[in-house]
């Protein structure tokens, strides 16, 4: 007889009783079955089969820990069941969050949680666990206890990096502050710093605050979310420094079943090495990996290309992040809900109807590049990744879902339309400034730091409507907005009451983030008073007003929360990546042949003055300041 089923003896012996001394392994074992003669007999049996008293003291005291730790484990994952993972409301989030951490679990077996009526342990099972010297049970409450040992730990690849600090650690405190993050998540940092936990916590404490909007319990959850904190020092050999860090983060999880996300905060030239060597060293085999991977992804179609095959030779597409935080903002999202949740919108969104699509996002002199931007510049840096993301966010077809993949076919069904610039359609250029106006002073002279472009969809719905883009550093003010302008009414019995200037009278839609996020309808409407003149107002929802009581997350909140949701769907596919570098492969070709001049412009000025003409070449109206 291999196994002992509980469920048989419970029935046969419903009123019997066993008795046994105060401690099991205090002198010998006395088994009384009062009311069983035939479990009597078989236990009897059993202790002879094993090797008398010593060897079925410590079979049941390892069956008492193996119990324990199963029926904490259950009662434990009864707090995470399997759900399908899919886009669903903040608010939602917070309590079905721990819904998602299980994802990865579910083409797992599971076991079901043990009862009294239906619990079958085999011999083998119990005689494999060493039982500890009973003193230790003092060891239930280290970290690696189940009632502390982490669902999900988050590893920070640069941990005493500016992005690292000032972002992507006081984002984390964010949604373990609003309850975004389990209570037990596990937060590491790792770098070549020679450092200690509590040097890396003093780093982090200094830059972290509590919500605006509640404050409560804000330093016991500060400490909390701290003592949850633990370093890494790497060293220079990355190998070896992702085996420190596995086995640090697997002593900390302890036997629970942990997801992993890895947020990859390094230097460009070090991607590849550290991205091999954590999946071939730190990846956990108990739950989902989930690698973030910083903007720009590649210097070019050839180099981008290339490390999209060393990824994707180590990981699995859906493994990977490429996180600009640019699309955290809320004007991103609102995209796609203003467009396919109203009806009025949607049968207008086509060529037909619009005349012009204005994407504007510029920099004032308080904004400073990134680091790798002097190298990259703004075509590399933005461009690529932000500007034509929202184009395709804005013009493509509706998914067949809210699941990330179906957006992300979608988005790239127009990447690939979308025509190939040309010089003509392209302004490039570059502040000029000294070391007064506190700005980058060291740039490469082809290195642009303002792009203007006209971009053109070849499909369907979009032939013939331009897409104008307008972006750069150093400008008079900070201004995000895409302003889609509708074209004229045909036959327009008002025009004599218009006057002169009718663009004026161009109905208008303008979703705005910065200064103020707002959302803006321009429509024509009468003056009141005698006779018959026509005014251009605007219907405006401002979110300061309409939502004051309530604080607005950082962007690496959104995009953080977004991976443990396991929505992808602002995060570039490679296929995404491939199309939007094939966009701009011509343009980068001819300035690195110097055959496009770069414009100097003055820094808080408006920018090169070919812009205007570019808009005036594509009969568009530039925008009111």
Same mark, same amino acid.
């Given at each position: 007889m291999s196994a002992v089923s509980f469920s048989s003896t419970v029935q046969s012996c419903s009123q019997s009783s066993i008795s046994r001394p105060k401690h099991i392994c205090s002198g010998g074992v006395r088994i009384t079955v009062r009311g069983c003669p035939a479990a009597a007999s078989y236990l009897r049996h059993r202790v002879r089969l094993n090797g008398g008293d010593t060897n079925i003291c410590r079979r049941f005291r390892g069956l008492k820990l193996w119990m324990l730790e199963r029926l904490n484990f259950h009662l434990h994952s009864k707090k995470f069941p399997p759900a399908k993972e899919s886009r669903r409301s903040r608010s939602q989030n917070r309590s079905q969050l721990t819904n998602n951490l299980e994802t990865g679990f579910s083409n797992e077996k599971r076991t079901t949680p043990a009862s009294s009526s239906n619990l079958d342990i085999s011999d083998d099972a119990v005689t494999y666990i060493e039982s500890p010297p009973l003193l230790h049970t003092s060891s239930l409450s280290t970290p690696t206890d189940v009632s502390r040992a982490p669902s999900l730990s988050i590893a920070v690849i640069g941990a005493t990096g500016e992005l690292a600090r000032g972002k992507i650690f006081p984002a984390l405190f964010a949604l373990y502050y609003s309850g975004f993050l389990p209570e037990n998540v596990a937060i590491f940092g790792y770098s070549r710093k020679n450092m200690t936990d509590k040097d890396l916590q003093s780093i982090i404490a200094s830059t972290l605050t509590c919500r605006v909007d509640h404050q409560e319990n804000c330093g016991g959850k500060m400490d909390a979310f701290l003592s949850r904190t633990y370093y890494i020092n790497g060293g220079y050999d990355n190998k070896y420094g992702m085996s420190k860090l596995n086995a640090r983060m697997t002593q900390i999880e302890g036997r629970n079943k942990a997801n992993r996300i890895f947020y990859l905060s390094v230097p460009q030239e070090a991607l590849l090495d550290v991205a091999s060597c954590l999946a071939s060293c730190a990846q956990t085999q108990k739950g989902w990996n989930r690698v973030i991977i910083e903007k720009p992804f590649g210097f070019d179609a050839l180099s981008s290309h290339r490390l999209t095959q060393s990824l994707l030779s180590k990981f699995q597409e859906n493994q990977l992040y490429r996180i600009d935080h640019l699309l955290g903002r809320n004007l991103i999202e609102n995209l796609t809900v203003l467009r396919f949740s109203n009806l009025v919108f949607e049968p207008l969104w086509n060529r037909a109807y619009i005349h012009n699509v204005q994407v504007i996002l510029s920099e004032d002199l308080a904004t400073q590049p990134g680091r790798y931007f002097g190298h990259y510049g703004i075509i590399r840096d933005i461009i690529h990744s932000h500007v034509l @993301?929202?184009? $395709?966010?804005?013009?493509?077809?509706?998914? !067949? %879902? =809210?699941?990330?993949?179906?957006?992300?076919?979608?988005?790239?069904?127009?990447?690939?339309?979308?025509?190939?610039?040309?010089?003509?359609?392209?302004?490039?250029? @570059?502040?000029? $400034?000294?070391?007064?106006?506190?700005?980058? !002073? %060291? =740039?490469?002279?082809?290195?642009?730091?303002?792009?203007?472009?006209?971009?053109?969809?070849?499909?369907?719905?979009?032939?013939?409507?331009?897409?104008?883009?307008?972006?750069?550093?150093?400008?008079?003010?900070?201004?995000?907005?895409?302003?889609?302008?509708?074209?004229?009414?045909?036959?327009?019995i008002y025009h004599e009451c218009v006057g002169h200037n009718i663009e004026r009278t161009t109905n208008e839609l303008i979703l705005r983030d910065v200064p103020d996020e707002a959302i803006l309808i321009r429509v024509n409407n009468k003056i009141p008073g005698l006779g018959l003149k026509l005014d251009s107002s605007e219907l405006n929802l401002l979110y300061k007003d309409k939502y004051k009581s309530m604080e607005v997350p950082d962007r690496y909140e959104h995009l953080l929360l977004d991976v443990i949701d396991g929505d992808n769907h602002v995060f570039m596919r490679s296929d995404e990546v491939e199309a939007a570098w094939n966009i701009l492969s011509e343009i980068l070709n001819e300035m690195d042949k110097e055959n496009i001049s770069v414009e100097l412009y003055e820094v808080g000025g408006r920018g090169p003055v070919g812009a205007y003409y570019l808009w005036a070449t594509h009969r568009v109206p530039w925008p009111e300041e």
């Open positions: @993301q929202t184009i $395709a966010l804005l013009a493509m077809e509706p998914p !067949v %879902s =809210l699941d990330g993949e179906d957006i992300r076919n979608e988005k790239v069904k127009v990447l690939r339309s979308i025509r190939k610039l040309e010089p003509k359609d392209v302004i490039l250029g @570059q502040y000029k $400034a000294s070391s007064e106006n506190h700005v980058d !002073v %060291s =740039l490469n002279r082809l290195t642009p730091t303002y792009f203007a472009a006209a971009f053109y969809i070849d499909n369907a719905r979009w032939d013939g409507v331009p897409f104008l883009v307008r972006t750069g550093l150093g400008l008079i003010k900070h201004q995000m907005e895409i302003r889609i302008q509708f074209r004229h009414v045909p036959g327009n």
